[in-house]
């Protein structure tokens, strides 16, 4: 009942750390997982990522009533299985831009620039698709592979070139402003998974201990010190000890949530809700960021996408070779826009399917179809994750979609980069009757009512445990939380802004970083 280190959340982060603080083994480690062992048969297949979606290993969260969405809940899927969300996402591997994590450090959050954590994204990455250099690395465990894109993602590179965009064949080289082909975690066919490229190789050692299905009430604190974690084990609450520290890897969602439910949070809040304060800390659960993004959906020819794929012969082939649709990401394509020509970095991020990509895929439209989404990458407004009154383990989460005007003046402007893709000559033997939106947007008023009636989240919350030294930041550049000892926080939650692009990676690397921290690398 007593360990070394105790990592809370079997997720991306956690599995990283799981594996490289076991591999000394002078160390006892716990990591403890919430949701089941990642035996879904649905994980491994690239293509059915969003069948994964509300499913025994989703928490399937939904967004407070959005009133910059005209008072929509958006879906917020969270994994709930050993690989958390990186167990469920559609796999693409995007590190961020180099502005990012200047500006973290430029924040005064030292050991965070670019160049000093490229050595993190590389030292997990093994990439089949671009040999060992200063950007890469096929040393790592977590295997990267190019997309192999359909034909239509093929003809929306070539729409993008067309359309004035230069194509970027590594968006996570020295370069990432124009259109290409995604890089994905995918291994033979197969999701690689953070469970499967960093859990499994540290299985076997007998200094790792891996909990599923165990619930965190709350951690232990002695002073200021957390000493250990409360569990819910053999029908009676029991105490797990760590003699050095607690690392909370549970997401932006739960982990802000353990720490207010511990008594850790602003005191006027928990003194609401009558929870004993043990430490004020005004920002937990603030700063909440994810990305917007608004579909673009076209008519296809019949039989031209991956819509009607879904088949039986299509399983097989992909059960006995790794290849065919069920081994696509469906989001093959990707680019990074300036909606302005003096930005030092893009500002919109494209994400293309050779396939309807309706409502989160829970919406299939019969026929075949093509889809074309525009991302805001560092949206202004800013939400928050609290407890729910009536439910203390479930969240309350408020983005606060567009409630910063410039986030709906600059979207609108990807809209219609976007867009201009889609209309360029070499799309017109495919492009037939639009989808969404049904008609043409003839003013900014109708694109920004459509988008604010289409929005949604693309599944990268980040933030709520923020970096920093400002009045709401939670850690400091060594993720160590403000004022206490013992505690760690390691996950997406401490960004604080988000990056531009996909949040995985940049997860992975925040754990790598804290266990060279922790060992004191």
Known sequence: MEFDYIIVGGGSAGCVLANRLSANSALQVLLLEAGSADKH??????????????????????????????????????????????????????????????????????????????????????????????????????????SKPHPLTQLYVQAGKAAGHPEIIDFNGAEDEGVGIHQVNIKNGKRHSPAHAFLLPARARTNLTIKTGLHVEKLQLDGTRVSGVWVQLHGRQQILRARKEVILSAGSIHSPLLLLRSGIGDSSYLNKLGIPVKHHL???????????????VYRTQKGASLDTADNLWNLAKWVFTGK?????????????????????????????????????????????????APILLQPQSRGKVTLHPNDWHKPLIDPQVFQNPDDVKILREGFKMANNIMQQAIMDAWRQSPFLPMNRLSSDAAIDQYMRENVELLYHPVGTCKMGKEEDAVVDHELRIHGLQGIRIADASIMPSITRGNTQAPTIMIAEKAADLLLKK
Request: hydrophobic share 35%; net charge neutral; charged share 20%.
């Open 282 to 296: 005004y920002g937990v659960g603030l700063n909440l960021q994810d990305h917007p993004v608004v579909p673009l």
């Open 41 to 146: 048969p649905f994980i491994k297949i690239p293509a059915a990522f969003y069948k994964l979606y509300k499913s025994k290993v989703d928490y399937g969260f939904y967004t407070e009533p959005q009133e910059g969405a005209v008072q929509r809940r958006l879906f917020v899927p969270r994994g709930k299985t050993l690989g958390g969300s990186g167990a469920i996402n559609a796999m693409i591997y995007i590190r961020g831009h180099r502005a990012d994590f200047d500006g973290w450090a430029a924040a005064g959050n030292t050991g965070w620039s670019y160049e000093e954590v490229l050595p993190y994204f590389k030292r997990s990455e093994h990439n089949e698709a671009f040999p060992s250099s200063h950007f890469h690395s096929q040393a790592g465990e977590w295997h990267i592979s190019n």
């Open 324 to 372: 065919g649709p069920f081994s696509s990401n469906l989001a093959e394509g990707g680019g990074f826009l300036r909606t302005q020509p003096d930005l030092t970095a893009p500002d919109v991020q494209l994400h293309f399917a050779p396939a309807f990509f309706v409502d989160h895929g829970f919406s299939k439209p019969k026929g075949n179809g093509m889809s074309l």
